[in-house]
């Protein structure tokens, strides 16, 4: 499975901003989705995480209530709708599938995209 997200950018405190996972090859209902991200300095972290059949949506403490997750299964793509950014937000985010809910490793992984947030 491949994956290349898209999206990121350079928004102002308060803004939104929609990251897309577009999917390619074959895809197992099984899968889960994950968003993750990587800010200077810091080590990557978990931001949320979907079902790819959809439902069992996660997410970190940080983004609740302000983060959604969803999925199109029509269009092989997962996305991210980031509401009221805060500059702490600011990190690569990156893309990510395991096989299944069990699976202790996130073993596909797609190239990141810069979410910047400025104050």
């Known amino acids: 499975v491949q994956l290349q997200a898209s999206g990121g950018g350079l928004v102002q405190a308060g803004d939104s901003l929609r990251l897309s996972c577009a999917a390619s090859g074959r895809i197992f209902s099984t899968y889960v989705m994950g968003w993750f991200r990587q800010a200077p300095g810091k080590e990557r972290e978990f931001v949320s995480s979907?079902?790819?059949?959809?439902?069992?949506?996660r997410y970190a403490d940080a983004v609740k209530g302000r983060f959604t997750i969803s999925s199109d299964n029509a269009k092989n793509t997962v996305y991210l709708q980031m509401n009221s950014l805060k500059p702490e937000d600011t990190a690569v985010y990156s893309c990510a599938a395991k096989s299944s809910v069990y699976a202790n490793v996130w073993s596909m992984w797609g190239q990141g995209t810069q979410v910047t947030v400025s104050s």
């Open positions: 979907i079902r790819w059949s959809g439902g069992d949506t």
